[in-house]
């Protein structure tokens, strides 16, 4: 798709997705892991690009980035756009960057075409969308909406590090956590490739989420004995790994008819286990399991976690191993997108030619959490055959350049909505 009416740089916004891509781990593809070197450096490039755009730059007190123009009319609130830089393992060139350098573009746009807004605005890469080594996601945000915990701030990652020393690590201050949480955001707009196959299939040019699907990430512990794999009896075993994987197949079959008995999407994956003492020669003697679930609707979550809960303990124990304990992680509520963004998101799509759809995203994001504290709403464009979280995820330029456009026009005018108000 090619338009010459869209009122931001589609080349530059281009060359700038590829730049961010190239900062990566050298032998992982379009890997930028939260809380690691290769993170600070995609930062440290995303700081001089602000820079070089007119803003002024920080780092807030969860390790948020940072990008804001001042308003004309002091006490308006802020506009504020943004997304994440930091990736899955392996992951792709758009998911997240797509949107804080959208973000970029229009404040760019902004000050190349002359237009004063009366809201401040604001850029923010938000801190560890991706679920980080620390068993949560959306760090930054949590923080900016005040639901980032004392207890999240303890949790540790692989190393023994807590979250709390990781975030100073990143620049920001976790004694001083509160000053993150924000009061001030009129409207936060989020765009995003979609991830699934909708838009391409239906050839059209823009999504505009309605929900976000909660998400909850329960822990599984389960305990065994560890014993030598080559001495020890089939019959005198307690092998904790075989109970894991026990627990696993239980999590889908209950996912499963969780999912068929209630109304409203509903899927649930193990895609994190961790395995003691890890060794090919020793029986395992403790895995730990993360169990991710996402939810349209809470009451559909709820009963999955019930059943989890419930009969989990006596499916594990008939392994000859014990479960010592369920832990929600974390527990994300389903958003709404604010009606009078999505409808300026609509308008501003048709002003320029552009088709578009209402959506429901199974992925959860950023502006989720913003939707707790302010009007929040997102765009989705399309991407090839729906793929995302690998290095094959791809979007087309005119696609993500029409996507920016649309935040563009629609910045301009919530300000204007909210300035005669």
């Known amino acids: 798709m090619t338009r010459t009416n869209l009122p931001v740089n589609p080349d530059r916004l281009w060359q700038d997705l590829m730049a961010l891509a190239e900062i990566t781990e050298p032998d992982k593809r379009y890997t930028r892991r939260s809380f690691t070197p290769m993170f600070l450096q995609g930062r440290n490039w995303l700081r001089a690009r602000f820079e070089a755009a007119g803003l002024e730059t920080r780092i807030d007190t969860a390790g948020n980035l940072i990008g804001r123009r001042s308003g004309a009319k002091p006490g308006m609130g802020t506009i504020m756009v943004g997304s994440h830089s930091d990736t899955v393992p392996s992951g792709g060139r758009f998911d997240g960057t797509a949107g804080l350098l959208a973000g970029l573009e229009v404040a760019r746009a902004l000050q190349e075409t002359g237009h004063e807004l009366d809201h401040d605005f604001e850029i923010i890469d938000c801190l560890a969308e991706e679920v980080s080594a620390f068993g949560i996601s959306c760090v930054g945000s949590r923080a900016v909406a005040g639901i980032l915990t004392e207890d999240m701030l303890a949790y540790e990652g692989p190393g023994g590090e807590c979250l709390a020393d990781a975030i100073v690590r990143m620049g920001g201050d976790p004694t001083r956590l509160a000053e993150a949480k924000r009061s001030d955001i009129a409207a936060f707009l989020e765009l995003h490739i979609e991830q699934g196959p909708v838009l391409e299939a239906e050839h059209i040019d823009i999504g505009i989420v309605e929900t976000i699907a909660g998400i909850t990430r329960l822990e599984l512990t389960i305990s065994g004995r560890a014993d030598h794999a080559g001495t020890t009896p089939f019959d005198l075993r307690s092998d904790a790994l075989l109970g894991a994987a026990r627990a696993i197949l239980a999590a889908e079959t209950i996912a499963r008819e969780v999912a068929t008995s209630n109304e409203g999407y509903f899927v649930a994956t193990t895609g994190e286990i961790h395995a003691e003492p ?144």
């Open 278 to 421: 890890n060794a090919a020669n020793v029986v395992p003697s403790r895995v730990r399991l993360i169990t991710d679930a996402r939810a349209e609707r809470r009451s559909t979550m709820e009963s999955f976690v019930g059943r989890i809960k419930a009969e989990m303990p006596s499916l594990v124990v008939a392994s000859g191993v014990e479960l010592s304990g369920v832990v929600v992680l974390s527990d994300a509520l389903p958003a709404h997108g604010n009606a009078g963004l999505c409808d300026a998101l609509a308008g501003a799509a048709e002003e320029l030619g552009l088709t578009h759809r209402g959506m429901t995203s199974g992925a959860g994001h950023d502006a989720a959490h913003f939707s707790r504290i302010a009007p929040a709403a997102m765009v989705f464009t399309p991407c090839r055959d729906g793929r995302s979280h690998c290095p094959e995820e791809w979007a087309e330029p005119g696609e993500i350049a029409a996507g920016a456009a649309t935040i563009f026009n629609a910045v301009l005018a919530i300000d204007r909505a909210q300035a005669t108000r």
